[in-house]
């Protein structure tokens, strides 16, 4: 049977049942993960995974049932099933679930590419992350684990609602990165490239690997790693600080990009993940920044890892403001949370890693809009600081205020020029204040990461998310908390 | 019967595998059914259940080695899966370091580790738990603002079968409960937190659970700012569970030791905790949760002495196949992941099923013996900061006290901790007598002589 008419049975089933809303996405996901670690092949592997899931609301409240099994009567089953859910949901409710107004379509959205990354011979791809890890390798004896990484995955996906949206999506990503680790003695460190967890990614086609240009980058891997066992500490006190984009993205993320979730911001995360100081009161009010800094979410950047045409409740991609000159202007929601806040629409943040899952408002690309410096000059306009690059560690509060991130390397600044390089670096902070003291933000190397592995919801899910962001500059930062 | 299925499904593409003329091949099928009622603001807001199921399928041409993994237990999309994971072997190049998937070894099913009744427990059941458990926490205070938390049921049963003969099953039930209670009392929240793991729903006791968490969480309003140092620190089984799931994660599995990323490297033979400290990695341990007799691979798991009194060793690390195939005279110790969740396996192997030894003191005792201190209900978002040293950071939550005298005197502002474990765990005066069920740990609390804090947090 036509996934259309699957999709239609599913709605008019539920309907019978007593849903007053339904909603069912059926899908499919392919995921080829390639490691090459030490010489080796360490994993080649590809992931196919399909199956759907429906999301009902009844006697005013939610019930969802998913299944792998995508046959009519499986299809039946679980939206009765969901329904049943629902029911028992509804014993224990406040008020009745109601939804901001729907944006319903029938549209068609495929990611653009250039090249197919699922059809590229596997050879070739290995051929590249072989002769990359083996140049890291081949640097030094004392670079111990040496590792490229490549990563595609495909989603196909129909979202059929009782609003009459009817949307076929096929989103595709790809990437990869670098990583060597240098060892001596019990001194172990490591270098990466674009970005740490495997690299960098991107909703584009082959391309985007090949732009990454990993054998290119595998030797100043392997010489970071190798230099940075000599390298001094890293100070403790406070200094200025300046961050290079691929950590810059995760401090987005993890002190904006998570904090102005509405669902976090209204509770309903507290048992996990938690909270969030940007409680709905300070909407407007809170100055959250300096005025350098404008955050959006936005999901129509092209090349973004969190682009897409329309999120898991058919509310089509759009961007919006978090953060404008510095005030704490909006949240990334969902159709539920928007009409709870009274906002007109949904941000369009709603995701679900699979068709098996539920989805959540998850981010989409979270960017700090560029600012009017260019990143050399930055570095040249600061007397004495730190300049931290490629996250290695991060810890943040379940309200997301205090937070402490780790670099795989850093150098001192000193006099507007780039000195020693520095081991271990860390710094610590409280979001708003650390944000409040940032006096630059650069321009001309902005750039979109992408970021695979943003945990989220019980049970966990793990989605694609983006960050655009150049470099930017801090005042008095507290670094150099490990001795 | 589920198993039987699995069995038979994994068997027969074994088959159809080797016709493909491969020199090995290995299939591990799953079936994971779950359910969850997810509860915020005390009513019910997530509810779900979700049928998962599919094989995992590696052959392996030579030393060249391919895996695929598809979501289906249909034949005709099997053999499909198949001939994709034999094209893949075909053009990657050999991985020198493969030496064989598992050869059979004996293994015995274990009892008493599913039950039907949490199996197939209905949402309607799970949303009267909830009930109580709101019911529960509000009766406790008019100040208790809000309950959260969940309750999910779980069935995970998988079956392996590879060519040289490994034929290994595993089946069973998992029911969990946690509760966040917030309260609120001019303008100040306190957060409170417990939860309960069992293999029966019927013993999750949401009364009991809802009880401990909002008495926390009424105790917490109105915390006091500490200024960040080194404190005695008194650690419940909860906080204790956390720390040892990380060392797990940087220091007794495999890959970070074989990487030379693992604590355990540079410290072979010495004792770098304290003697009261002994650890095992145990399946058949009772008291442990997950409990399952073979690994992902089909190999029985075996217990792995992590810590012996204090003292770390080569003994300490968990391998599977791929990692104990590149180490001179290893073999798996059974820790390759089950093919759950995205059935990639790329899961390092990693303990489990760790199981403290338990000391003898009880939580009131380690905190009468404590001058000034801190007692620590949970941590959240730790992470390693420099793996070969064990130090981890992250922050307390949902029930952070000061100890001044030997007394609980009150509530203070969730703190950072920065710390070594080989220095933080290195002195340890009192260990608790009490184990309690995590998910991957069964430990006791802890006292520690020192545990460095180096930042504070605004609530």
């Known amino acids: 049977m036509l996934l259309l008419e699957l999709g239609k049975k599913s709605l ?101 590419l250039k090249k197919d990354p699922f059809k590229v011979p596997l050879d070739e791809k290995m051929d590249v992350l072989l002769q990359a890890e083996r140049t890291v390798a081949e640097h030094s004896d004392l670079i111990r684990t040496s590792s490229a990484f490549f990563r595609a995955m495909r989603e196909e996906k129909l979202f059929m609602d009782t609003d009459g949206s009817e949307i076929i999506q096929e989103i595709t990503w790809c990437g990869g990165g670098l990583l060597g680790i240098a060892v001596r003695n019990s001194e172990v460190q490591r270098r990466s490239y674009p970005s740490p967890f495997r690299g960098s990614f991107g909703t584009q086609g082959y391309e985007f690997f090949q732009s990454l240009d990993l054998p290119s980058h595998a030797k100043e891997v392997g010489q970071e790693a190798v230099d940075l066992l000599d390298a001094e500490k890293c100070p403790s006190g406070e200094t200025d600080l300046v961050i290079r984009g691929d950590q810059l993205a995760l401090q987005i993320h993890e002190s904006c990009g998570h904090p102005t979730e509405l669902d976090r911001a209204l509770g309903t995360e507290a048992d996990y993940a938690g909270t969030s100081f940007l409680t709905p009161e300070k909407l407007r009010k809170l100055r959250y920044g300096s005025d350098k800094v404008n955050i959006v979410a936005d999901a129509t950047v092209p090349g973004g890892l969190g682009t897409f045409g329309y999120d898991d409740e058919g509310t089509p991609a759009k961007q919006v403001y978090l953060v404008k000159k510095g005030l704490f202007v909006g949240y990334q929601t969902s159709r539920e949370t928007a009409h709870e806040l009274g906002f007109e629409k949904s941000s369009g943040g709603m995701r679900a890693d699979s068709p098996l899952a539920l989805p959540l408002i998850r981010m989409t690309n979270i960017n700090l809009l560029p600012g009017d410096w260019k990143s050399e000059e930055i570095i040249e306009e600061t007397k004495s600081g730190i300049l931290m690059v490629t996250n290695t560690s991060w810890s943040i509060d379940d309200k997301r205020l205090n937070f402490q991130f780790g670099t795989e390397i850093a150098w001192k600044i000193k006099n507007g020029s780039k000195e020693k390089m520095v081991r271990n670096p860390t710094y610590t902070g409280i979001t708003p204040e650390f944000w409040g003291s940032c006096d630059a933000v650069s321009e001309d190397d902005w750039m979109m990461w992408g970021t695979p592995n943003c945990g989220k919801g019980v049970p966990g899910q793990v989605m694609y998310v983006g960050h655009g962001c150049g470099t930017a500059r801090f005042k008095n930062v507290r670094t150099g908390l490990v001795g | 019967m589920v198993t039987e299925r699995l069995l038979n499904v994994a068997e027969k593409t074994v088959e159809l595998a080797v016709k493909e003329k491969v020199n090995q091949a290995q299939v591990a099928s799953f079936l994971w059914d779950s359910a969850l009622t997810r509860y915020a603001n005390s009513q019910i807001h997530q509810n779900l259940a979700s049928k998962a199921g599919g094989v995992a399928i590696k052959v392996v041409i030579g030393k060249k080695v391919g895996t695929l993994t598809v979501n289906t237990l249909e034949e005709g999309q099997i053999k499909e899966a198949i001939r994709q994971a034999v094209k893949i072997a075909e053009v990657i190049p ?116 809802a009880d401990k968490s909002a008495e926390k969480s009424i105790n917490s309003v109105k915390p006091t700012k500490l200024t960040p140092g080194e404190y005695e620190t008194v650690l419940s089984p909860l906080a204790v569970g956390t720390v040892f799931d990380y060392l797990g994660y940087i220091g007794f599995s495999a890959t970070p030791y074989q990487d030379g990323q693992s604590f355990v490297k540079y410290h072979l033979n010495e004792q770098v905790f304290d003697e009261k400290i002994s650890v095992r990695d145990d399946t058949r341990d009772k008291r442990t949760l997950i409990a399952v007799p073979v690994d992902g ?28 195939g590149r180490a001179k005279g290893k073999r798996s110790t059974g820790h390759a992941f089950p093919p759950i969740t995205s059935g990639f396996g790329q899961a390092r192997p990693m303990p489990i099923n760790m199981v403290a030894a338990p000391g003898d003191a009880t939580t009131e005792e380690m905190i009468k013996e404590t001058r000034h201190g801190i007692f620590v209900t949970r941590f959240h978002y730790v992470n390693p900061v420099e793996p070969t040293k064990a130090i981890l950071t992250g922050l307390t939550r949902d029930g952070t006290f000061l100890i001044k005298k030997g007394e609980i005197v009150g509530p203070i502002v969730n703190m950072r901790f920065t710390d070594s474990m080989l220095s933080a765990l290195k002195d340890v005066p009192m260990m608790g007598k009490e184990l309690e069920q995590g998910e991957t740990t069964t430990v006791p609390a802890i006292k520690l002589k020192k545990l460095r804090f180096t930042g504070v947090t605004q609530y």
């Open chain 1, 12 to 112: 008019e089933e539920a309907a019978r049942e007593g849903a007053s809303y339904t909603d069912i996405r059926i899908g499919k996901i392919f995921d080829e993960n390639l490691t090459v670690k030490r010489g080796v092949p360490e994993r080649v592997t590809l992931l196919q995974k399909s199956g759907f899931g429906v999301r009902v609301i009844a006697k005013g409240a939610w019930g969802f049932a998913s299944s792998v099994d995508l046959t009519e009567k499986e299809v039946a089953e679980t939206t009765r099933r969901a329904v049943k859910i629902a029911l028992a949901s509804s014993r224990l409710k406040k008020k009745d679930v109601a939804l901001a107004p729907p944006t319903a379509r029938r549209d068609k959205y495929a990611t653009p």
């Open chain 2, 94 to 209: 050999p991985n020198k370091d493969f030496k064989s998937l598992p050869k059979p070894e004996k293994w015995t099913p274990m009892q008493g580790v599913f039950d039907e009744e949490t199996a197939t427990c209905s949402p309607d059941y799970r949303a009267e738990r909830v009930k109580e458990v709101i019911s529960t926490a509000h009766s406790k205070s008019p100040i208790v603002k809000a309950v959260a938390g969940s309750l999910s049921t779980d069935m995970l049963a998988f079956a392996v079968s590879n060519s040289l003969g490994v034929s290994a099953w595993a089946k069973i039930s998992l029911a969990s409960l946690n509760v966040t209670v917030i309260s609120q009392a001019n303008g100040s929240e306190g957060f409170g937190y417990a939860m309960q793991y069992s293999r029966h729903i019927k013993d999750i006791n949401p009364v009991l659970i």
């Open chain 2, 297 to 324: 691979e089909g190999v029985p798991k075996k217990a792995v002495k992590l810590v012996d009194n204090g003292v770390v060793s080569e003994g300490s690390i968990c391998y599977d196949s791929l990692t104990s």
